[in-house]
């Protein structure tokens, strides 16, 4: 899968006006349909799809309709593969296929971190009313384009009613499914944002200790030292922007706090001008200690470094924890460690990824079993702790999860704060992320940080 999409971001812009202003305009709707792939390196999952669903430009979602492909088959698509998750989605699926063997699931994957390259497939699919049947999907604001032209469908009764779903959820993560008000959507886990993980040794031998890092502008030392010790201070990729922008998000938070975070995403960019400034500058100061592959390399790559012993520190999601969980031989405590991202602790910056009920769904009655098994324990014990999350349901046990996952559910549960994802799309609406996304690609391409601010207060404002 190629990373680079050049069209993506021009396409998404146009995809929304016609998602939020064209709903039943045939006529636009027409005018961006009869793509198949676009060049973008995922032909494949879209023609495929486009084979096995048939027109499906007319079909309704009719409960009266009981043809053998509405029962049991099921298109999933998503962007967890290897060790982003691959081993976690394949732990439900399993699951999925014991309570349900008649129901036939077809994946269609597209790699590529933060969902970089399926946000453009599942737009041009939905925009041409041939959506797979559910897809990983940010909840929250991500979502609200989908909700405003009406391409989701409420599954309060259908899906919510079952598996004791509505107890066991708390009000975050069912507002975040119901972006419009109604439940659209089941979120499956819960990540966090605001960590800094470390290898244990590479710190030992470098002489620093993580736990005394008070700040993000403390850190800039501690990467130092590390670099004076002849390691890598922080692996971190730029061949894409998201991780820069989510390493961004934490610096601020980290050194501001949660109430100048909610201003600025909430669009007071200028009334904190010293504190995006600053933060940026930190991010820029940083930059001198990453690999010099970063360029060029994934996030997995770079957690890798970790890994292997030639980095000392990576910011990431908990996500990357899942990475080390299937490393033979790299143990927590013993081989790695976690420490909230300096200057945050009590804080849990929240990401979530979901499952949505598409209109136009091409198999509605097994889509629905789906997302009830989603909802399920079953399904989240056996999906979280791979994937290095913990679950949104207050009920799945907790013995599955191992010693740092159980240290996170404690962190969560007594956490002051709990800000929203920039980067992943909970706390903006997807065309301010597309702009911050353009940001924090040219501020990687010189680390300009007077153009950068610009770039942030004109996405935000
Ligand atoms: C996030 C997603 C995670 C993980 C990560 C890296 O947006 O919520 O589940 O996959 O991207 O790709």
């Known amino acids: 899968m190629t990373n680079n999409l050049p069209d993506e971001d021009g396409l998404s812009r146009r995809t929304y006006l016609k998602l939020t202003g064209g709903v039943g305009s045939a006529a636009l709707i027409a005018g961006c349909s009869g793509n198949s792939g676009g060049g973008d390196g995922t032909t494949e999952a879209t023609e495929s799809t486009e084979d096995s669903s048939g027109d499906s430009e007319t079909t309704e979602q009719s409960g009266g309709d009981d043809s053998e492909s509405e029962y049991n088959a099921l298109e999933i698509q998503h962007w967890w593969t290897g060790g982003d998750g691959g081993a976690a989605i394949q732990a439900l699926l399993e699951g999925f296929k014991e309570a349900h063997p008649e129901i036939e699931v077809t994946e269609n994957p597209v790699a590529g971190g933060a969902g970089q390259n399926l946000h453009a497939v599942i737009k041009k699919r939905i925009l041409n009313n041939n959506p797979p049947s559910t897809w990983q999907a940010w909840p929250g604001a991500n979502l609200q384009p989908y909700t405003e032209a009406s391409k989701l469908e409420d599954i309060s009764e259908s899906v919510w009613s079952q598996n004791d779903m509505q107890s066991a959820y708390l009000e975050g993560p069912k507002n975040a499914a119901s972006p419009a008000g109604t439940l659209v959507s089941v979120p499956l886990n819960i990540h966090r944002l605001n960590n800094l993980f470390y290898n244990v040794s590479v710190l030992e031998d470098a002489g620093v200790d993580p736990s005394s890092i008070g700040s993000p502008s403390d850190l800039v030392n501690a990467l130092s030292k590390v670099d004076e010790a002849g390691y890598v201070g922080m692996a971190q990729q730029t061949k894409s922007a998201w991780s820069t922008g989510q390493l961004w998000a934490q610096v601020l938070l980290g050194e501001y706090g949660a109430d100048v975070y909610a201003d600025v995403t909430g669009g007071n960019v200028e009334a904190n001008a010293d504190a995006v400034r600053d933060s940026l500058d930190l991010v820029k100061q940083y930059s001198q200690y990453y690999p010099n592959d970063a360029g060029s390399i994934s996030w997995q790559d770079a957690n890798s470094k970790v890994i292997e012993g030639d980095a000392a520190f990576f910011h990431q999601g908990d996500w990357a924890a899942g990475m080390y969980r299937g490393q033979d031989g790299f143990e927590y405590e013993s081989d790695w460690g976690h420490v909230p991202f300096p ?119």
């Open 343 to 461: 200057g945050t602790d009590g804080i849990y910056a929240l990401n979530m990824d979901s499952f949505p009920m598409p209109a136009n769904n091409p198999s509605p009655e097994a889509t629905k079993k789906f997302l009830q098994y989603v909802g399920s324990v079953d399904a989240q014990e056996r999906f979280n702790p791979k994937k290095g999350s913990i679950p949104p349901r207050t009920d799945v046990p907790k013995d599955a999860f191992g010693p740092f996952l159980q240290n996170q559910m404690d962190d969560f549960a007594n956490s002051e704060a709990q800000p929203l994802s920039i980067q992943h799309g909970l706390a903006v609406s997807p065309d301010a992320l597309t702009a911050f996304g353009d940001a924090m690609s040219s501020f990687i391409s010189g680390y300009d940080v007077d153009a950068a601010y610009e770039d942030v207060k004109a996405a935000f404002e």
